[in-house]
């Protein structure tokens, strides 16, 4: 363990000409309660790099959740600060596109109307075809096939899965915010979602923030793990850059040689 | 041509094969072509409300013919049976109410006018003449015989309207080109008129509740202070009694419309059936506005959507099942009270019929007044299913199968 630590580099090098995308100052989350204040998050500081992957692991209830909606402006801030590109967020906005942990599809609406609504939003001047062609291109590489034009209803929860996350790439965002994702699929989906996610991300590059609970998920999606302590007065306890190249095929990372160090240090972190 | 519904028939169609193996015979000489048949049959069945038939549709295809033969017994043989047992019972209260009123007859003739009157008396109720028959609950075969009765009315009065109507055709053209409004048939209402009638008040007075209480409901469930403000006012008026707000319109209406050429009883009526029914859609809108999935409105936030779009594009889709919840009881309620407000709007319709019956006080009056209940029943429940399938229309939670 001691052997990993010194070896592990703490920084992401190959990211080191890029500039900060998201960053969080001294953030504070309080939820006033008639016993008084109950202080979730405390003094955070958190630096993300463009086209970084990285995965919040922690406890539930440790506030990474609310750390989430706060960068994506569903929640408000009590202190401190979040820039994303340099600019302070002040509320919801589509640069910052969030995959929901339930699919939220609107039910009324077909896969391809569920996207198109996003894009319309984003790209007003584009003309129909071209709108209609960025939903089809994004639909397609999530694995939709021909289920376009089903219900959102009449699809199973993992394909609801694949049509958010299309709807997220589609926006174009500057950062991708994952709450859970696949927190409510069975293992084996959850496996195809991972790849559909990472390889649509590998031509992307979109700067992501991941929420999970799963040790395997966060080091196979992310560049870097950032561990929350538990809550209250949440903050980042440590952190663990994964080095593995990519594009990731799950079996190789699976066989990597210090895969199960990797892991070991994510379980050791969780376990006091 | 039919992709989706074709593909899942084949999949429910094919374990058939192997493990029911008797029933496989059965099944095999049906084509794929009626087994669709069967299931859009039955679809359409359950979605017009008529899914007790569903057994007896898969008993003819020879489906199970054991299971499907006690189902179809259970769901369309019981309610049958139970309505022959109201019949009877019907039938033996009326008899027991009819010779109970004629006994006293009977007696009141003899301790007035003595033994030779209480004889007459009883000779002319046997003899079946109206001047004496006992005033009382008409039992089943009466009011079976007064709905042909006004049933014979109705082809009557339908055929002296077309005669008539053949007659001023040509004057009637003359008149409008010169300008005049047509003549129009005059003559006494035919009972199926009085439905027709009343269809339309309860219609109108629907759509006025509709426009009223679905946009007043959109505006109150964004907003929490309005909801709070409304609150008051809303549980206050909900519970007036028809017949006051009928009062309360009538106040109004007499003052404002001062024309007499306008139908005021029928004004007067569609309003007041409005008032009384729209508030189950005012709430129920209020509340599924209210009530929208966070998701929905988180994915709103995220897209930006001002809002217009955030009201036709997330709220009102999201809501639209409890709205219709909201407008299948506002119909129901106002085809409830339609009747009592006719009767004191003297609007015509069948509630004015019920109340004239009830006044003239002829022979066949009182089963002529059952007809109209077990009517004015019937349209309710024919009423309650067509919102029931609009409302199976617009509910998304449940996976079209």
Request: aromatic fraction near 8%; glycine fraction near 6%; charged fraction near 20%.
């Amino acid at each position: 363990m001691e052997a990993l630590l010194k070896e592990a580099p703490k920084v992401n090098h190959h990211l080191d000409h890029m500039p900060n995308m998201l960053v969080c100052e001294n953030l504070q989350k309080v939820y006033p309660t008639p016993t008084g204040d109950y202080v979730v998050l405390d003094d955070l500081q958190l630096e993300i790099k463009q086209s970084e992957f990285v995965s919040i692991i922690g406890h539930s209830g440790c506030g990474k959740s609310t750390l989430l909606t706060m960068i994506a402006g569903l929640n408000e801030i009590s202190g401190g600060t979040i820039y994303v590109d340099g600019e302070p967020v002040r509320e919801a906005g589509p640069d910052r596109a969030v995959v929901f942990q339930s699919p939220s599809l609107l039910p009324w609406l077909t896969a391809l109307q569920n996207v198109l609504i996003g894009v319309k939003q984003v790209f007003p001047s584009a003309s129909k075809a071209e709108k209609l062609e960025i939903c089809k291109y994004y639909l397609d590489k999530v694995g939709l096939g021909n289920d376009f034009h089903k219900k959102a209803t009449e699809l199973s929860q993992g394909m609801q899965q694949r049509v958010g996350i299309a709807r997220a790439f589609a926006l174009k965002p500057k950062i991708l915010l994952l709450d859970e994702p696949f927190g409510m699929l069975d293992s084996l989906t959850r496996g195809e979602l991972q790849d559909v996610l990472l390889e649509i991300w590998q031509k992307e590059k979109i700067t992501a923030v991941a929420i999970t609970h799963d040790v395997d998920e966060s080091i196979f999606l992310a560049d870097r793990v950032i561990m929350m302590t538990s809550g209250p007065y949440a903050k980042i306890g440590d952190e663990l850059v994964i080095p593995f190249a990519r594009p990731r095929n799950r079996k190789e990372v699976l066989e990597h040689p210090e895969y199960y160090d990797y892991r070991a240090y994510l379980l050791n972190f969780l376990n006091h | 041509m039919c992709r989706g519904w074709c593909e899942r028939v084949t999949v429910t169609a094919a374990p058939l094969h192997l493990p029911y193996l008797h029933t496989a015979k059965a099944i095999i000489p049906t084509t794929h072509i009626t087994l669709h048949m069967k299931t859009k049959i039955i679809k359409t069945l359950r979605f017009i409300g008529l899914g007790f038939l569903e057994p007896l549709i898969r008993l003819i295809s020879g489906e199970e013919p054991q299971k499907n033969a006690s189902l179809f017994l259970k769901k369309a043989i019981l309610p049958v049976a139970s309505i022959f047992i109201f019949v009877l019972i019907w039938h033996t209260g009326a008899t027991a109410l009819y010779n109970s009123e004629a006994s006293a007859r009977i007696e009141k003739a003899r301790t007035e006018q003595g033994e030779a009157a209480a004889t007459a008396m009883k000779a002319c109720i046997e003899s079946g003449d109206i001047s004496c028959q006992p005033n009382t609950l008409p039992s089943p075969a009466k009011v079976w015989a007064a709905y042909k009765a006004l049933w014979a009315d109705h082809v009557q009065i339908a055929q002296k309207k077309e005669e008539f109507q053949s007659k001023v055709a040509a004057t009637n053209e003359q008149r409008a080109a010169q300008g005049l409004a047509p003549i129009t048939y005059t003559g006494r209402p035919s009972f199926v008129d009085q439905i027709g009638t009343s269809l339309k008040t309860v219609a109108a007075g629907f759509l006025l509740a509709m426009f009223i209480a679905v946009p007043i409901g959109i505006i109150m469930g964004l907003s929490d202070s309005l909801r709070t403000a409304f609150n008051w006012l809303i549980q206050i008026f909900k519970p007036v009694s028809p017949v006051v707000w009928l009062l309360l319109v009538f106040m109004i209406v007499k003052t404002l419309i001062t024309d007499p050429t306008m139908d005021k009883s029928f004004i007067i009526s569609f309003i007041s059936v409005g008032l009384c029914a729209m508030w189950a859609t005012l709430v129920n809108t209020s509340m599924g506005v209210a009530s929208v999935d966070k998701d929905y409105i988180n994915v709103a936030k995220v897209l930006k959507l001002n809002i217009g779009q955030n009201i036709f594009k997330i709220i009102l889709p999201a809501s639209l099942p409890l709205i219709f919840t909201g407008l299948r009881i506002t119909v129901s309620v106002a085809w409830m009270v339609l009747i009592a407000i006719e009767l004191l709007a003297q609007s015509p319709g069948l509630g004015s019929f019920v109340w004239e019956e009830f006044q003239n006080g002829a022979n066949d009056s009182n089963a002529k007044i059952i007809v109209a209940m077990f009517v004015i029943g019937t349209i309710g429940f024919l009423l309650d299913r067509i919102m029931l399938s609009v409302q199976n229309l617009m509910t998304f939670n449940k996976t079209t199968a």
